[in-house]
Structures are given as C-alpha cells and as structure tokens.
C-alpha cells in the first residue's frame, strides 16, 4: 500500500483557517473510512476527524464546531478545513485509514500546521 500524502499545512496566525488536502485511494475508502489524525510536539497521535464512503463524519470534540472533513471523488482528494485556529491546533496533521481490526494503513510524513502570533 502506498502511503498516503498530505499537503496545506503552514504557519498561520490565532483566528486564522486552513485547508488541508489528501490524496485517497478510491479502493481503500470503499471499504474504510479515512481520517485525519494529528501529533502535537510532546503527545501521542489523536483523532481530528473522520469520514465514511457515505458521507458519515466524525469530530473530536477539541474541533468539532470549528472543522470540517469532506471529500472530492472526482479528484480522489479528502480535505480538512478548521476554521479559528488556536496554538493548540499547532501540531503534524496525518491522513489515514483504519481497518476494521483496528490497524491503520501506513502513515505519511504529514503536514505540519504552526499556529502563532
């Protein structure tokens, strides 16, 4: 399986937004659902949000009123876009997929999102 690659990330200020943008694989999103995850410096992988072939979403609660998870099939592309960031959103954001046992597909190198002033 290829690794899955990840882009938008940036530096961006406190109340600032932005999209990030994955690469899926038709296949594997038909029988999983995908996902961001995201490491901040210091502290394990978490769950962002995630999304279903049928349009089913799931939001951590640090950034459910703020984010939104969506796809493009025609583009094979899944995106993340969180609104009114904060320093605690700064961390390397992943996508992924988890199997239905419970194991993830590779993981990429990320994309790094830095919120500052």
């Known amino acids: 399986q290829e690794q899955l690659v990840e882009s938008g990330g940036g530096s961006v200020q406190p109340g600032g937004s932005l999209t990030l943008s994955c690469i899926i694989q038709?296949?594997?999103?038909?029988?999983?659902?995908m996902g961001w995850y995201r490491q901040a410096p210091g502290k394990q992988r978490e769950l962002v949000a995630t999304?279903?072939?049928?349009?089913?979403?799931n939001y951590a609660a640090s950034v459910k009123d703020r984010s939104t998870i969506s796809t493009n099939n025609a583009k094979n592309t899944m995106y993340l876009q969180m609104n009114n960031l904060t320093p605690e959103d700064t961390a390397v954001y992943y996508c992924?997929?988890?199997?239905?046992?419970?194991?993830?597909?590779?993981w990429g190198e990320g994309t790094l999102v830095t919120v500052s002033s």
């Open positions: 992924n997929f988890k199997k239905g046992n419970g194991d993830f597909g590779p």
């Open positions: 038709p296949i594997i999103f038909r029988f999983w659902p």
């Open positions: 999304i279903t072939n049928s349009g089913v979403t």
